[in-house]
């Protein structure tokens, strides 16, 4: 029995939500109701998950179109080069180079300063760190590394969809699967912890709404009381996070996951000379400005 790919497996909700379990579920056999009910509705559900992740990370950039093996090629040459920079120069090209990707790609360049708010901290601690040991031109220049490289990597998120990735990364590690290294199972995994970011913080916003509803003092208390609410949304938080991991665990059982050593894929994509000339077209922009002296 062929397997399938991770983008056919996601679906967290099918087995309480599709109202489509045949007739056999009422006579018992739940195992055939089971696999029927992730047959019709994964692909749909799935389907239309992903359409509506490529319509937000915007579909219609030219750059949707390109591999997701060349998107990760490039971004290793763009972090080599950033760390083979020595000037602010270079560093300035590479940041004009950045944006202007995402302006191909139809990512505004905003969302990338929006979401990266989570560096910012560790950026200002190494900026100051690096400004006492070393003087202001070394500290910018390891801070706007770190944001360019920060940057980067929400951009290829931004242009490719968890599945996408995680066969790619797939097709990239695969000669190691030759050495007995589990590399469907690690890319698995990392295409299931890229789809539950989203989810914890969605998880986290439902949870609180909730407490905030029974009156639990999130804004305008005593920092003990905000504590003790925020305290209060672990353990919710992680049941419905845990939940949502059991259904996951269901549906990928119900499509026999694991059941032969060859994964196939959907789309079966082909590296074509327009991606062969993206890569190098890249990594010739990476080595121009991590040569300028």
Known sequence: MASVTMGA???????????????????????????????????????????RRAARIGAKGTLRTVDARVKIGLLVAYSVALFCTENLLGLGVAAALLAAVASVGDVPVARLLREGAFAYLIVGFLLVYNVAASGWLAGIAVALRLLLLVWASLLLTALSTPAELSEALRQLLSPLGRLGLPVRDFTTSLSIALRFMPLLSEELRAVRAAQASRGAAFEGAGLVRRLRAYGGLMVPLFVGLFRRADRLASAMEARCYGASGIPTSLDGRLFSFSDGAALLVGVAACAAFALIP
């Not at 006579?27 to 055939?32: N, Q, Y």
């Open 9 to 51: 497996l996601w679906d967290t909700g099918d087995m309480e939500k599709a109202s489509i379990y045949s007739v056999a579920s009422e006579k018992g056999d739940a195992g055939a109701a089971r696999a029927d009910a992730a047959k019709r509705a994964g692909g749909a559900r799935c389907g239309a998950g992903e359409a």
